[in-house]
T-cell receptor
Framework: SQTIHQWPATLVQPVGSPLSLECTVEGTSNPNLYWYRQAAGRGLQLLFYSVGIGQISSEVPQNLSASRPQDRQFILSSKKLLLSDSGFYLC???????????FGDGTRLSIL | GEDVEQSLFLSVREGDSSVINCTYTDSSSTYLYWYKQEPGAGLQLLTYIFSNMDMKQDQRLTVLLNKKDKHLSLRIADTQTGDSAIYFCAESESGGGADGLTFGKGTHLIIQP
């Protein structure tokens, strides 16, 4: 069966520091991969999605970037974190067209 | 753009049925989803329905879709304390395709003893 892993589960970082959050999927090939942010107030915002290695689409211009160095690995990064980057970050995957998205357990990021 | 609306809170007594409602604006929505989020956790897919269906039942869960009114509901029969969570309605045009999902802000289900 397919599984999705995110780490770390929680992270506290100072303003201006870099960020790297990792997500990996097991048990499937060539998944669509997604990064969402859930800020206070609970809505989810799609940040990035990827349909293949090296292919990244950005939904919202911001201080973050994403990369997909391997088929089942998706990384969310920042060179310099802002206070507004605080939130709960969720990675998700889906198969090819017609299948729902499945989420990881999330990373709670706090910026001090 | 697409919009998905939900009530923020729903309070029900343990053992009663819970009905969580959702409306959406995108007439080209193909797939509609219900996710459950417990405190501090990720989103768990509960069920989903294709837009050419009007009802789907899975154990205690019943999903009703009124495509004409763009209204989706989730009924939880015999609500238990373990059902306490935030429930998100979401829609997409291409299912699990590359466009992501559009989520509502979530309905916080509160269970009264």
């Amino acid at each position: 069966s397919q599984t999705i892993h995110q780490w770390p589960a929680t992270l506290v970082q100072p303003v201006g520091s870099p960020l790297s959050l990792e997500c990996t999927v097991e048990g499937t090939s060539n998944p669509n991969l997604y990064w969402y942010r859930q800020a206070a107030g609970r809505g989810l915002q799609l940040l990035f999605y990827s349909v293949g290695i090296g292919q990244i689409s950005s939904e919202v211009p911001q201080n973050l970037s994403a990369s997909r160095p391997q088929d089942r690995q998706f990384i969310l990064s920042s060179k310099k974190l802002l206070l507004s980057d605080s939130g709960f970050y969720l990675c998700a995957w889906s198969g090819t067209l017609g299948q729902p998205q499945h989420f990881g357990d999330g990373t709670r990021l706090s910026i001090l | 753009g697409e919009d998905v609306e939900q009530s923020l809170f729903l309070s029900v007594r343990e053992g009663d049925s819970s009905v969580i409602n959702c409306t959406y604006t995108d007439s080209s929505s193909t797939y509609l989803y219900w996710y459950k989020q417990e405190p501090g956790a990720g989103l768990q897919l509960l069920t989903y329905i294709f837009s050419n269906m009007d009802m789907k039942q899975d154990q205690r869960l019943t999903v009703l879709l009124n495509k004409k009114d763009k209204h989706l509901s989730l009924r939880i029969a015999d609500t238990q304390t373990g059902d306490s969570a935030i429930y998100f309605c979401a829609e997409s045009e291409s299912g699990g395709g590359a466009d992501g999902l559009t989520f509502g802000k979530g309905t916080h289900l509160i269970i009264q003893p």
